[in-house]
């Protein structure tokens, strides 16, 4: 087991799971900053790892945090990173699809998922491949999350993907979100990732938009 510390919280995790990204610090502090101004409910990070950008998202904001991830390992150590946190979590194991029910909506949601292409993530020895493979052209749990932000973010709420450097896979998620109610706004680049904003309307009532 492997513990650092991540935007002052000790996060524990073990080499089945991503090793925490400093960088991905700015994602969790964005996403800190805009709750203050989003509807009540719960924050829903998705393809959580170890928890740290969500926990670093609702650290002492009193919000609850619902962390999904099809690996077990990854929502074990969410739990205990919460606890240590003082961060009240409901973690859930399984695919996206799978594991969000009819109806649910969330102000918040933090969308982590893995984007290498297949046929590279040879090129990442240290790193477990189920938490970086995106399938064949990288964006297949890209999709997966597009399609549970269109789903289950509420009206008025945000979105905070994290994608590949540059600006190819955030203009895949403006397509798969076309002829949906959903926006996609502002990316910050860093040199190891693109964080994307997604809003979603406050008006919207559960059909897309014309």
């Known amino acids: 087991m492997s513990a650092g510390n991540f935007g ?19 994602q969790g502090r964005w996403a800190g ?8 409910g719960d924050v829903l990070e998705l393809y959580c790892g ?16 619902v962390c999904v991830d099809v690996n077990p390992v990854a929502t074990h150590y969410t739990r205990r990173n919460a606890e240590g946190a003082g961060v009240d979590v409901m973690t859930r194991t ?23 292409p297949r046929a590279q993530v040879h090129a990442f020895p240290e790193d477990p491949r189920l938490a970086i493979d ?30 590949a450097p540059g600006d190819e896979q ?3 998620v403006v397509d798969m979100t076309r002829g949906t109610s959903l926006v996609c706004g502002e990316r910050r680049y860093f040199e190891r990732g693109t964080l994307l904003r997604i809003d979603r309307p406050v008006d919207w009532g559960g059909q897309a938009s014309p």
């Open 94 to 116: 399984g695919s996206v699809h799978d594991v969000l029910g009819d109806g649910e909506v969330f102000p918040l949601i933090i969308a982590d998922p893995p984007w290498v």
């Open 50 to 65: 170890a928890g740290q950008i969500g926990l670093l998202a609702v650290a002492g904001s009193g919000r609850r945090l």
């Open 8 to 26: 002052g919280l000790a996060i524990a995790y073990d080499d089945r799971l991503l090793a925490p990204r400093d960088w991905t610090q700015a």
């Open 134 to 163: 995106g399938g064949e052209d990288g964006l297949a749990r890209i999709r997966e999350c597009a399609a549970a932000i269109d789903g289950h973010l509420g009206p008025g709420g945000v979105a905070l993907a994290q994608l």
């Open 170 to 172: 955030a203009d895949a």
């Open 33 to 40: 900053e805009l709750l203050a101004d989003l509807p009540p």
